[in-house]
């Protein structure tokens, strides 16, 4: 089932409930823990706050999903782009990256990964526990909020890719934001074989 793209604007949240998220979902941190957070799309090729390490890591029970509309960043209302969020699957996995917040500059790197991730609450923050080489890690991570006007729900691959080919907004292209995480996936040695035959949709489209 898919949900049709908003309409008009979409209204950011106010700073006093992006503050009160991240003091919420900090609380919820084990002291004395090193701060994670799981990247699976932007964050892999653009992170917004200084760390110590990052590597590769996979959640499991959830994937990365093209199921959130861009009016905005990527899209526009005239011409509704695609970008992903982490969805839930029981039996799927996301194969992305973890980071170790640099502790000395914490609270700015919190500060804007919440302005970033949590403009519009269309993400739900979440501690959750990743698979890596050095074994489990729990990360903050975030997961998409259904209820939310952008879900756009279940789309087939050649649905997404018409409207991405052609959605640009604020921040460039929405075909830019695909090849992008593509490149950053590829690069570390990670696959998404469905986000890999998206890409490959899109690009037909824009070259004709």
Known sequence: MSNPPPTTPVEPISDARRTESLNQTMAAHTAGEPVRVFAYGSLLWDPCFRFDHRAPARLRGWVRRTCLWTVHARGSLAQPGLFYGLDVAPDGFCDGAVYTL????????????WRREMHAAIYAPRWLTLETEQGPARALTFVVNRAHEQYAGDLDLETAADY???A????GSCAEYYAETVAALRAQGLEDADLFALLRQVEQRSSR
């Open 164 to 166: 991405i080919a052609k």
């Open 168 to 171: 640009r907004g604020k921040f």
């Open 102 to 113: 640099s502790q000395d500059s914490l609270d700015q790197g919190l500060d804007q990964l």
